[in-house]
């Protein structure tokens, strides 16, 4: 089934859809660069089933797998020269948020040449170099598979940002729901937090529109129908297509509408070395204050987020849907010292001025910090 949306990456979404990824990717070149994680996506058996289907449709392959959880510059660097190297004409991602992000850096990297570091922090132009890039998400949260950006840590710097621009929006998205089945709960419901996230920022950002929030509500309500029964043990086929629905959506809001200051108060979380703490859950971390301080500025946007979550309230409703995914934490909890926060602080890059409040500044951004410690 292919779901049109308004951007340049053409959606098939459906069950078992990985099995046609060999048929996409003939489109659009004859080696393939493979690159994922380091270990679910190969011991789940999707790799070899991907290779197969590559090779089926007379594609050669060569596979990176070393993409770390948060995706390192190195690594990008490593595997744009491997495919430089093997003379791969096309890139197919596969695996959560990080593997994506780590795709795309590769996918331009291999086509411009020089190190990915050059890029991190910059907004590419339309017309730079990059190879064909599938993606074949695994989890159902980042929407990675129809954004325009990747979010990469320079090992040099020690600096966590983004590589933005319409050249990284993906050929194709082969969203299959099946390969969420192996996710760990856990990584269930951060990954679906994200998504959540997406929905609730791209309805309320500088850059939201009627149709993003109609995206959000359709988002968000796919997420307060299914998400309960998978925490309570009720996985089905139907609960993995809602929650994948609503990850391709809050990412299509993502690449239409933005995201808001809980993106960057998370991004930010990797200038402190060693913080081990998982996209969704940063984002979980912060959103509370960030709700207590924004909700007021989008009154009626934030009474229908409510409503569609069985609340009187955003911040309740957050609240009870944090509480129910075991995602109420402090930074404190995560061994963050006070004495960090101006580290955090100082980490934060992107576009502040997409947020609802009307002037973000470095004392706006320590509160939100203070009261999330």
């Given amino acids: ?85 093997n003379g791969c004409d096309v890139v197919v991602g596969m695996g959560g948020g990080s593997a994506l992000d780590a795709a795309k850096g590769v996918a331009v990297t291999a086509g411009t040449g020089g190190s990915v570091r050059d890029l991190i922090g910059v907004t590419l132009a339309a017309d730079i170099p990059a190879l064909p890039l599938l993606a074949v998400p695994t989890t159902a949260g980042s929407g990675s598979e129809v954004t325009k950006g990747a979010i ?87 609960a993995r297509e809602a929650l994948c629905r609503a990850a391709v959506i809050g990412g299509v809001n993502v690449a239409t509408a933005g995201t808001c200051l809980p993106h960057r108060l998370q991004q930010a979380m990797g200038s402190l070395p060693g913080l081990g703490i998982s996209h969704g859950r940063g984002l979980a971390l912060v959103y509370p204050s960030w709700l207590r301080h924004t909700a007021p500025l989008a009154e009626d946007t934030f009474a229908t987020i409510a409503a569609l979550l069985g609340g009187e309230t955003v911040h309740g409703a957050v609240d009870r849907l944090l509480t129910s995914a075991g995602l109420h934490s402090r930074l404190r909890d995560w061994g963050v010292a006070r004495g960090d926060i101006d580290v955090l602080v100082r980490g934060v890059s992107g576009n502040l001025g997409n947020d609802p409040a009307p002037h973000v500044d470095m004392e706006y951004l320590r509160m939100l910090y203070a009261e999330s410690y």
Wanted: aromatic share 6%; net charge neutral.
């Fill in 152 to 238: 990469i840590t320079d090992t040099v710097r020690g600096f966590r940002s983004g590589v933005r621009g319409d050249v990284l929006f993906p050929r194709v998205a082969v969203v299959d729901p099946d390969l969420v089945a192996s996710v760990p709960p856990a990584v269930l419901t951060e990954t679906a937090f994200d998504a959540f996230a997406h929905a609730v920022e791209g309805s309320v950002s500088q850059g939201a529109t009627e149709a993003s929030r109609a995206l959000a509500r359709e988002a968000v309500s796919l997420i307060a129908d299914h998400l309960p029964l998978v925490l309570r043990g009720a996985d089905s086929p139907a």
């Fill in 1 to 85: 089934m292919k779901l049109d949306f308004d951007i340049p990456t053409q959606v098939e979404f459906g069950r078992g859809g990985l099995h046609r990824i060999g048929a996409f990717a003939r489109e659009h070149g004859t080696h393939a660069l493979v690159v994922t994680g380091r270990s679910a996506v190969r011991a789940h058996g999707y790799l070899d089933r991907a290779l197969v289907s590559l090779r089926s449709a007379g594609l050669r392959t060569t596979v990176y797998d070393r993409v770390s959880a948060n995706p390192r510059s190195d690594e990008v660097d490593e595997a744009a020269a491997l495919a430089r190297r």
